[in-house]
């Protein structure tokens, strides 16, 4: 299969990515008709598809865990955290703004990268893999990226200040596991976004060279 032109990988690329962003439409439909209906009614029973989850040590004094799980012998050895599970849902519009805004940020995000991965393919398709729109797409499909980091990391500092400010666990302020904070970092992403930032100014680069030696020729 030929990397650029007509019957190129950019045509199921483009069908990959239409179907994506259909999937997402529909996914950010749904969560528009659930926030619409909770701004109106915060206690609508359609309030158990809307809720926010997150994890917190309970002290091993109250949650004791001795004896639990077994493993084999001589394979490994085990221990077992006390952590809960705690999941937030509405009774005030506050709620439902403020976590809603958050997520919308983040939908907008993935939107912004499949627009712009699907009209870079479209490019490719017409048979012109590196114009100048390609490179603005990729360049804005980056940071769309390194923007979803962003608000993952936003969630992580917010959910901490709300569990700190409204919640304790067994009468003491909640702490949220280290190993889950590292765990959730959104590593990945942010390296991803890196990456595809730095090609497109490689390939602004390379286009700026094809240009001056055009104009010298």
Same mark, same amino acid.
């Given at each position: 299969?030929?990397?650029?032109?007509?019957?190129?990988? &950019?045509?199921?690329?483009? #069908?990959?990515?239409?179907?994506?962003?259909?999937? &997402?439409?529909?996914?950010?439909?749904?969560?528009?008709?659930?926030? &619409?209906?909770?701004?109106?009614?915060?206690?609508? =029973?359609?309030?158990?598809?809307?809720? +926010?989850?997150?994890?917190?040590? +309970?002290?091993?004094?109250?949650?004791?865990?001795?004896?639990?799980?077994?493993?084999?012998?001589?394979?490994? &050895?085990?221990?077992?955290?006390?952590?809960? %599970?705690?999941? %937030?849902?509405? +009774?005030?519009?506050?709620?439902?703004?403020?976590?809603?805004?958050?997520?919308?940020?983040?939908?907008? $995000?993935?939107?912004?990268?499949?627009?712009?991965?699907?009209?870079?393919?479209?490019?490719?398709?017409?048979?012109?893999?590196? =114009?100048?729109?390609?490179?603005? $797409?990729?360049?804005?499909?980056?940071?769309? #990226?390194?923007?979803?980091?962003?608000?993952?990391?936003?969630?992580?500092?917010?959910?901490?200040? %709300?569990?700190?400010?409204?919640?304790?666990?067994?009468?003491? =302020?909640?702490? #949220?596991?280290?190993?889950?904070?590292?765990?959730?970092?959104? #590593?990945?992403?942010?390296?991803?976004?890196?990456?595809?930032?730095?090609?497109?100014?490689?390939?602004?680069?390379?286009?700026?060279?094809?240009?001056?030696?055009?104009?010298? +020729?």
């Amino acid at each position: 299969m030929r990397l650029f032109g007509t019957g190129s990988i &950019s045509t199921p690329a483009r #069908i990959l990515l239409d179907a994506l962003l259909v999937i &997402s439409g529909f996914l950010v439909t749904l969560q528009v008709i659930v926030v &619409s209906v909770l701004l109106i009614n915060p206690l609508h =029973p359609i309030r158990e598809h809307f809720q +926010v989850t997150t994890i917190a040590t +309970v002290p091993a004094d109250v949650w004791r865990t001795d004896g639990l799980v077994r493993v084999e012998p001589g394979t490994a &050895s085990v221990r077992v955290d006390p952590w809960a %599970y705690i999941t %937030y849902q509405p +009774v005030g519009r506050a709620f439902v703004l403020v976590t809603s805004t958050v997520s919308f940020s983040g939908w907008a $995000c993935v939107v912004l990268v499949l627009l712009n991965l699907r009209r870079a393919f479209t490019n490719v398709a017409a048979g012109t893999p590196f =114009p100048r729109d390609n490179i603005r $797409c990729i360049r804005v499909a980056g940071w769309a #990226i390194l923007g979803l980091a962003a608000v993952d990391l936003l969630i992580t500092a917010g959910m901490v200040t %709300y569990m700190r400010a409204t919640t304790t666990v067994a009468g003491h =302020p909640p702490v #949220i596991p280290g190993a889950m904070l590292l765990e959730g970092f959104p #590593i990945g992403t942010i390296l991803a976004g890196l990456a595809v930032v730095i090609l497109a100014e490689i390939f602004k680069a390379g286009a700026d060279l094809q240009e001056d030696q055009a104009l010298t +020729v």
